[in-house]
């Protein structure tokens, strides 16, 4: 089975500065890679998906995330963050007919 | 386009009741998953439906079930409740296995 490790379960920011979520996954074949952010009282919402190709990611919302397979990790950053930041934020992996997430990492962004 | 919407928000129930969850696709999609997210659990699948037949279920005990109708709308049924079922459902929809899921905003189900 594939699984994700998501490193830190909160990180604080001051905002402008960068955000770095990690994530670390392992899976026996070439992994499909997500990150999802969840508003508080919402749903996740797909932030950017990684399957083949480029290994540089580009989402929404300024973020991007490169796969790098020698790590096996799969690191979210944005360069500035902004105060709707703040948030949930789940990497996942595609698990055969499923997706099976990390812990998630709560973003806290200060003024 | 609309989203994926689902009803109710919020229910409440007591232990020993049963409990049935409605979810709408986004039009046009045809496979519909179904998950659980917990403080102490994270998110964990219970299953996915496609054209009517359910082709994966998760790790959970068969009080959990669920259905898909011809307009790929689904329902899952929760019988014999018990407070650790207490959680956020949610669905999401997608084209195709593997593909994208989009998330509805779930519904939080408080077991008393």
């Known amino acids: 089975a594939q699984s994700v490790t998501q490193l830190g379960s909160h990180v604080s920011v001051s905002e402008g500065a960068l955000v770095l979520l990690r994530c670390n996954y392992s899976?026996?074949?070439?992994?499909?890679l997500f990150w999802y952010v969840q508003y508080p009282n919402q749903g996740l919402q797909l932030l950017l998906k990684?399957?083949?190709?480029?290994?540089l990611v580009k989402g929404i919302n300024g973020f991007e995330a490169e796969f790098k397979k020698s790590e096996t990790s799969f690191h979210l950053t944005k360069p500035s963050a902004h105060m709707s930041d703040a948030a949930e934020y789940f990497c996942a992996v595609s698990d055969d007919y499923k997706l099976s997430f990390g812990a998630g990492t709560t973003v806290t962004v200060r003024a | 386009k609309a989203g994926v919407t689902q009803t109710p928000r919020y229910l409440i129930k007591t232990r020993g009741q049963q409990v049935t969850l409605s979810c709408s696709p986004i039009?046009?999609?045809?496979?519909v998953s179904w998950y659980q997210q917990t403080p102490g659990q994270g998110l964990q699948f219970l299953f996915e439906y496609f054209s009517e037949t359910q082709r994966n279920k998760g790790n959970f005990p068969g009080r959990f079930s669920g259905r898909q109708f011809s307009n790929s709308r689904s329902e899952m049924n929760v019988s014999t409740l018990e407070l650790g079922d207490s959680a956020l459902y949610l669905c999401a929809s997608s084209t195709e296995l593997n593909e994208k899921l989009f998330f509805g905003s779930g519904t939080q189900l408080s077991v008393l």
């Open positions: 039009s046009g999609h045809r496979s």
């Open positions: 899976s026996s074949v070439p992994p499909y």
């Open positions: 990684y399957t083949t190709g480029a290994t």
